[in-house]
């Protein structure tokens, strides 16, 4: 008879049960519920909290709100053990590449912000000592200036003064727990791991100057992290367990993309991010994939994120918050959407997406137009078109990522799965399928979420003994069946 451990105890026959999922993004964080029960093919979510999140500026430059994250995490699992007493584990899933560094248990300041400025300085230190193309060798990334090791380069006498380096839900679960680990998913993402076996590269920490011993040891999906802090447990309510999932939130996204033949199909995780790539069982680090920017992270399972990132919903989210400091109004985003569906596609003209003037928070629309300008285009003239413009040329840049992964990869697709936030604009989603050429399957909005529930479900044992992700997401495609978006010319 199969066992299944639940709250570090071993029951016999369980397939179901309530845990909660920590979610955080870079706009704003929330507590789920998420409750399972795979023999009877049921997966449900119930969100008890909900919080704001985005970037500090403080005199040091822009930062996360780390402690404050904390608080809200605390109270969001308060909520939910008195919605849910039994709730059986909880996971935390965040943005990659930030990081707090500590000394004891104290932090040394909150996390930088990937966004800051500051990223930029340390590409050239590192570029010096390690060229790119050895870099993508070692670890498989797509260059992005804000990429740990990039980070860590700009540090200064703050790694001197730390004796732990945590990324951020690491660094939750470490609060939470006292437990000092590197999920692998998310360490994936520093530039300091090996993509041929997952390890750290502790070699190229040392030609880096980057102190091995920061770095806490790689614990894979599923893995107990231990009991809250009995402070902690008093503030919630319960001795909840911490489980690792996978902690960076598009590993857990792509856990919950319903594909029922990952070898035929894309994903797009779109949200602040777009996220365009496949799920292989290797990594690909030619010299063409390191020439398109393709970048090879770790997954649940051990599998392979092969994606591009393109600049994502940032751009129209962005361009809405400069319109309402402009006028002083909230904007309705549907109905600038509806406005935008009624703007012709052949009016408005393609711009870059993936420009890197479109980083930095600020006046995104006089961005787009100085780009517009340079290159001799029309810039938009109203607000809807802006934001026709910026539909069409993110469904443009999903396209390209799609057909070049495929390529790279050496895969025929079939579907493009478009999971997250970005899944709700039907507007993107028809026009990807359309300049893709491929039909376009939507859903579920709550993606990362799912997937942070399904691996702690499946830690749980409530799927029995070695679920694949491929049972786990046919309860996703049951529980949430996509929209489909064909193909029109």
Not at 320 to 337: K, N, S
Request: glycine residues 10%; negative net charge; proline residues 4%.
């Amino acid at each position: 008879m199969t066992t299944h451990r639940i709250g570090g105890t071993r029951r016999d026959g369980v397939t179901g049960g309530a845990v909660a999922a920590v979610d955080l993004g870079a706009t704003s964080g929330r507590v789920m519920i998420g409750r399972v029960d795979a023999a009877a093919g049921t997966l449900a979510l119930e969100q008890v909290a909900r919080f704001p999140n985005g970037g500090v500026r403080l005199a040091s430059g822009l930062h996360w709100d780390l402690t404050a994250l904390h608080a809200h995490a605390l109270r969001g699992l308060a909520d939910a053990v008195r919605t849910e007493p039994d709730i059986a584990s909880v996971g935390i899933d965040s943005w990659a590449v930030d990081y707090t560094l500590l000394r004891g248990h104290r932090m040394l300041g909150e996390p930088f912000h990937y966004r800051d400025e500051r990223t930029g300085r340390g590409v050239e230190a590192v570029h010096a000592k390690v060229p790119f193309a050895e870099l993508y060798r070692r670890n498989g990334l797509q260059f992005l200036p804000f990429n740990t090791l990039y980070q860590l380069a700009a540090e200064g006498d703050a790694l001197d003064l730390a004796d732990a380096l945590l990324l951020v839900p690491d660094a939750l679960a470490f609060q939470l727990t006292g437990a000092r680990v590197a999920e692998r998913t998310n360490a994936s993402t520093t530039g300091l791991v090996r993509v041929a076996d997952g390890a750290w590269d502790t070699g190229l920490m040392d030609t880096l100057g980057y102190d091995r011993t920061l770095f806490g040891e790689l614990v894979d999906p599923g893995a107990p992290l231990g009991a809250l802090r009995p402070a902690m447990a008093r503030e919630v309510g319960a001795a909840l367990e911490v489980v690792a999932v996978g902690s960076h939130d598009t590993a857990s996204a792509v856990v919950a993309v319903p594909m029922t033949d990952p070898s035929t199909a894309a994903y797009i995780s779109c949200g602040t991010w777009g996220l365009v790539g496949l799920e292989l069982e290797h990594a690909v680090t030619s010299d063409a994939a390191r020439e398109a920017n393709f970048t090879n992270e770790g997954g649940v399972d051990g599998r392979v994120r092969f994606l591009h990132n393109v600049m994502g919903l940032w751009l129209l989210s962005e361009s809405v918050r400069q319109w309402e400091r402009e006028t002083g109004q909230a904007i309705d985003l549907p109905t600038l959407l509806a406005d935008a569906g009624e703007v012709p596609a052949s009016s408005v003209a393609v711009f870059d997406a993936n420009d890197p003037r479109f980083m930095a928070p600020g006046d995104l629309p006089a961005r787009i137009a100085e780009w517009y300008r340079e290159h001799d285009l029309p810039v938009p003239s109203t607000r809807a078109a802006f934001a026709r413009a910026i539909v069409e040329s993110l469904a443009e840049a999903f396209a390209d990522a799609v057909r070049d992964a495929a390529r790279l990869a050496g895969r025929d697709l079939e579907t493009i799965h478009i999971v997250g936030g970005g899944s709700l604009n039907r507007l993107l989603c028809q026009r990807t399928a359309d300049r893709a050429g491929l039909p376009v399957l939507a859903g579920p909005v709550e993606a990362t979420a799912i997937g942070n529930v399904l691996v702690q479900a499946r830690a749980q044992g409530w799927f029995g003994a070695d679920a694949s992700l491929e049972q786990l997401r046919t309860l996703v495609a049951s529980a949430y069946a996509p929209r489909r978006f064909t193909p029109q010319r």
